[in-house]
């Protein structure tokens, strides 16, 4: 009885999760998979039309990629992405939750919400809402930066501010994710420590770093793994507010994925990108754990 | 005391408005006239407020036609993440079956992968199946949701096996079990999942915008990201644009956001 009971038991099991599991198979892990093997082939629209114009081209797509300027012009970008907005905005979204964590606060949920809400809005349309908030003449962020004597920005126009104005967009956008993971950490972080802290004399900043930061380093490392994800998958930021301009500066790997894959049709140059996009992002993944354990985060 | 309390919260005020000023602003520019946006100092409120951006909208850009593609494809994405991820998720975390412990550390393994990664064999892939330009294959991504798999586990692991064991003695068949008595205790979680996936195929854009060629079958952010490389300089009819694109799942949200918050630390803690 208890053996029949087992095997319906273990029956289900499987009549349950393989549907999922056979979509996970044939419309994620084998494509991924097959990146690798498209890469090694010269995959173009001629291919695209007649599989019989296809050939194995070994690391030849590779090599080209190394040698075309637009690629590294893509890798520099995205790196810059990474190594500019990361600290830029885990900081904000530290700021944000230590501001709503705050004792002080009153109406905290209504704050939390209003943080909160740039991120579930539409990509595209906040990218729109947001060309025109750094328009040139008659953006308002121009507008609030002249109340304080600064001449205007060309924003999107200009290759040197196109990228701090694409991070303050995906800042905006994301930090109240953040901000809510952060929430939950501090929540965990002893209030009677904080306080002996400051009945001891700790000011404010020495509380946060002697206190707050290591309470909540294994939470840092978790948002910055996130965010470098973030910024390596960046896409429709630059597609919808500057097409990769201007001068190329805000061309992602993403986006000249993209161009490569689906403008000129050359899939098999465009996988070899998505593969070297997914070792990036493995890579830098691998350095953070081993950096926050060495530094005894987790 | 009650000093610092004001100060705290009049910062916190300051951050939040400047937090929602470009929304607000979105729907206040989207009544303005013509043009009306474009002067120095940027007007903050609509001198005459009206629809006619709107009407222009659902008039001769058919923007109605989009907007009935992007809730049916939500609608479809989020009813079959479901009857996919619901009953996977229930059975790694409560059915004993070999190869379950290892196949699901594999997911877990997968999820740093992301999805980008193989759009472009899934694009060919889909070519092969007669499914590139179609609804169908938007939303075949949605279907290989690991992320809810591990949302519904997750919480299935808090059932008491007791109470699944008791309905066996009873002789209640699996697939009884589960709609009964698993589903009902789901609730929550459910919600939760299906707030996930419905913004996250209404907000989605890469995916659609390789798979469907068809404008007709454009969902808004594609329609919206064609329509604003064209009209650069109608700046009201974009912000009246945005508005109907965004303005549904922030709604949605606002609505729902107990469930969509609890669901976003359960989902980021892992491990």
Known sequence: MSAARRVSEARAGWAMSSPALAAITLFFLLPAIASLFLSFTDFDI??????????????????????????????????????????FIVALSLFAAMLVNSRWLKWRPVWRVALFAPYVT?????AVVWRYL?????????????????????????????????????????????????????????????????IDGAGWSTRLRHV?????????????????????????????????????????????MYEEGFKWWNLGSGAAVAFLLFLCILAVTLVQLRLAKRGGAI | ?????????????????????PLLWMLSVSFMAPGEAAQFPPPLLPADPSLDNYRTLFGSFGIGRFLANSILV?????????????????????????????????????????????????????????????????????????????????????????????????????????????????????????????????????WP????????????????????????QDNELMMAGAVVTTLPVLILFLALQRFYLSGLLTGSVKG
């Open chain 1, 212 to 256: 707050t930061l290591p309470a909540i380093a294994p939470t840092a490392l978790l948002v910055s793994v996130l965010t470098v994800a973030g910024m390596f998958q960046l896409f429709a930021e630059p597609y919808v507010m500057t097409q990769g301009g201007p001068s190329q500066s805000t061309v992602t790997i993403l986006y000249f």
């Open chain 2, 209 to 232: 915008l390789i798979i469907l060629a068809d404008q007709q079958l454009y969902t808004l952010p594609v329609a919206l990201a064609a329509m604003s490389r064209e009209h650069v």
């Open chain 2, 74 to 206: 939500s609608t479809l994405a989020t009813i079959l993440a479901l009857l996919f991820t619901i009953p996977a998720g229930y059975a790694f975390a409560k059915l004993r079956f070999t190869g379950r412990d290892a196949t699901f550390r594999l997911l877990v393994a997968a999820l740093v992968v992301p999805g980008q990664i193989g759009m472009l064999p899934l694009f060919l892939e889909l070519k092969a199946m007669g499914l590139v330009n179609s609804y169908a294959g938007a939303l075949v991504p949605w279907l290989a949701g690991i992320f809810g798999i591990f949302l519904v586990r997750q919480y299935c692991l808090s059932i008491p096996d007791e109470m699944l064991e008791a309905a066996r003695i009873d002789g209640a068949s699996e697939g009884h079990i589960l709609r009964r008595i698993v589903l009902p205790i789901l609730t929550p979680i459910i919600v939760t999942l299906a707030l996930f996936v419905f913004l996250g195929s209404w907000n989605d854009f890469m």
């Open chain 1, 46 to 87: 001629y291919a695209l039309a007649n599989l019989d114009n296809l050939r194995f081209v070994g690391f030849q797509n590779y090599a080209r990629l190394v040698e075309n300027p637009l690629f590294w012009k893509a890798m520099t970008n995205t790196l810059l992405f990474v190594v500019v907005g990361t600290p």
């Open chain 1, 134 to 198: 750094l328009h040139t003449r008659y953006g308002l962020v121009n507008y609030l930066l002249s109340l304080v004597g600064i001449p205007p920005i060309d924003w999107l126009g200009s290759p040197n501010a196109s990228l701090p104005a694409i991070l303050i967009f995906v800042g905006w956008k994301t930090f109240g994710y953040n901000m809510i993971i952060f929430l939950a950490a501090l929540q965990t972080v002893p209030r009677e420590l904080d306080e002996a802290a400051r």
């Open chain 1, 122 to 126: 539409t990509l595209v349309a906040t």
């Open chain 2, 1 to 21: 005391m009650s000093a610092r309390r004001w100060t705290v919260t009049l910062l916190a005020a300051l951050v939040a408005l400047l937090t929602v000023a």
